[in-house]
């Protein structure tokens, strides 16, 4: 069975269909799915589907709407965290690419999560786009939260310091494009700290690039990861799974 350790079920491309998506998903192998909450509205249509036991909700401000953070977030994301249904701090982290808020203000939000995740003993999904050197500095800061590099497309570095502070690192659909130049980043990560994702219904894997991404699509994923590490596809799906129950908790089952 497959976890899709970073889907964002509860978007809006999905509201026509969510419940056929979820469907697709049990009957192609996925046994979890962990819905991401990277806003207030996010995480609590998460929570609405973490009824179902095999799904799991995460809660948290993702960087581009840093600047909506007050200290009303931060009693709203304690409160979350708290339930047993949010296995994870965020989407959250640093975007340098698209500065939707400001780049202060990104560090200041980021860093105040990762303290409230190490609060909660849970872990921190991080989002990091031309933002490394940055992101590296804040994980050193907050050595007691366990973090997991989400859609990694990041440069060697990053990687390299995530991985030595005891870090996971979760690979999408990307993996399977032609411009994907990121192997090594694959082959360096520990087998016991490596997770698979969709990230829909964003960056759908190959042959379904262009369309709508859903959690029934995360195998592509783990047999390209079996290519790259030279393993059978079945072997992919329990590893992944294994490392997705032990860093999300015994929520996230895969069967």
Known sequence: MLVDSHCHLADAA?????????ARAWAAGVGHIVVIGESPAAAEQALMLAADPRCSATAGVHPHIASEWTTES????????????VVAAGE???????????RDVQRSVFDEQLDLAARAAKPAVIHAREADDDVVAALRAHPRTVCILHSFSSGLPLLRAGVALGHYVSFSGMITFRSWQLDDA?????????????DGPYLAPVPHRG?????????????????????AGDEVAALTSAN????????????
């Open 14 to 22: 999905y509201a026509a269909d969510r419940d056929e998506v979820a």
């Open 74 to 85: 931060a009693s709203w994301l304690s409160e979350r965290l708290a339930d047993s249904r």
């Open 92 to 102: 959250m982290g640093l975007d340098y690419h698209y500065d939707h808020s400001p």
């Open 186 to 198: 694959i082959r360096e990560t520990p087998r016991d700290r490596l997770l698979i994702e969709t």
């Open 211 to 231: 369309k709508r991404n859903e959690p029934s699509f995360v195998g592509r994923v783990s047999e390209r990861i079996g290519v790259v590490l030279g393993m």
């Open 244 to 255: 997705a129950q032990r860093v999300f908790g015994s929520r996230v089952r895969a069967a």
